[in-house]
């Protein structure tokens, strides 16, 4: 293992120019998709707190009347794992709004009739996304009492919707990187190989094993990738560091948002990804050669 | 040892050996001459699978080279130890690297391979030589290395293709020597070599000589 290692080495150290050119590439395109697993952590969290903490008012038709209140409460409490219910009636509704508007009262005091529905308002214990709070949602609103439900932003849904295209085109990108990569990562291999084809040869004929032969490729292919991902994450974490702070001031005025970069395991799965694309393209190039 | 049957071998239309048959047995010292074109390299090569498409059956030590697995042609071929025409160094690789590199394929232990490396290196003269690169050698060096890989991992049979043919006859006859100091040990020796006369009067052995691809006449020297 230490010789393959010293000739895998050895031979980066003779192709310095190739070698240097698929680790940048590599890096290259690992930035690429770092920086958009960085922005989807982050914006996903930034949603998420937008969500107002899983927070939904329910509006109640006309026919509700006080006794039908513990029904309707056990029958929400089995949709969902609900923390907290509170019963806003349409007089005290009508209060708040007053005092909330006591400057422009004329109109208020006018009215003959209240106009504000009943209500509940639901706080989610425990939800892990926007779509759970929208099923749980729409599962309330289909009891017979119920006449509407409003949770979040409204237009939370449609944005999104939004950042779920986005996201697809970041994987779509993330998947042309890591081909691109792997197509120069595989090349580089091939050229190494054709430029080393004497050493092939001889290897061969004095009794090398294709195992002996392909293992300081391995990992030559395994050091690109390895040194690409650290090269490419080190990039990111020099840029975040720069430029986080500035975000978060930036953003603070609008939502609590804490900018994170990404997590350890996360960092641990890219440089892993790296080092296997690094082993795959060598895979790719070695079984056409060798086939 | 090595037994060819009726073996030819053909290059597009033209024959390079025709209906070949031979037995050496274990030890033997074996010339083959004949003039350029004769078919001693492609005989010498169709033994180590150089070339592996010809008629005809080749056996060594029971293995018939017509049936062999790519798994065992790595064996096959350490059995052998082999003087190249053009040497066949590595450039890119010292001299040290070049011999080493048929015991670290056979997978020996590092403290072996420097051992056994420097032992050979002496004994071709040429330990000063070891951390030098194949090109800045003179062509009598590099077939010392060439000789000295060759007979490094200890091999059974020494395939040795026109080994003295660009040196002077002082250079020429170390190498000979050298060859013959492994043929003692029990070594078996093919020389492919049209140089007959630097054979003579220097080991007993056998002469196949050929011309055309034919075996026109196989004598023992004295």
New interface residues.
Partial sequence: M??FLKRALADIH?NKFLNLITIITIALSILVVSVFLLFFENAGRVIESWNQGGRAMIYLKKEFNADMLPELKTKINSLGDIDEMVYISKAKALDTLKNSMASQTTFLKNLKENPLPDALEIKIRSYNNFQEVQTLAQNIKAIDIVDDIEYGQSWLGKFLKIFNLFKITGYAMCGFFFLMALFITANTVRLAFYS?M??V??????????T?IKAPFYIEGLIQGFLGGVLGLGALLITYLMVSSGITQSLASYVYFDLRFLSVKMVISIIFSSTFLGWFGCYLSLKQIFK | MIRLFNVSKRFGGKLALKNISLDIEQGEFIFISGPSGAGKSTLLKIL?L?ENTFEGQVLIDGMNLSRIS??KL?????R?G?V?QDF??????TVYENIA??L???GKK?AFIKKKVMQVLRSTGMEKKAKAFPLTLSGGEQQRVAVA?AVV?EPSIILADEPTGSLDSTSARAILDFLIEYHKKGTTILIASHDLHLMKNTIQGKNIELNAGRIIRTDIML
């Fill in positions: 230490i010789h003779s080393r004497l050493e040869e001889i290897m061969r004929l004095v009794g090398a094993t294709e002996f | 180590y150089a790519s798994s790595p064996v096959l071929r350490r052998f082999i190249f066949k160094l590595i450039p890119t690789r590199l048929v670290e394929a056979a590092s890989r991992g």
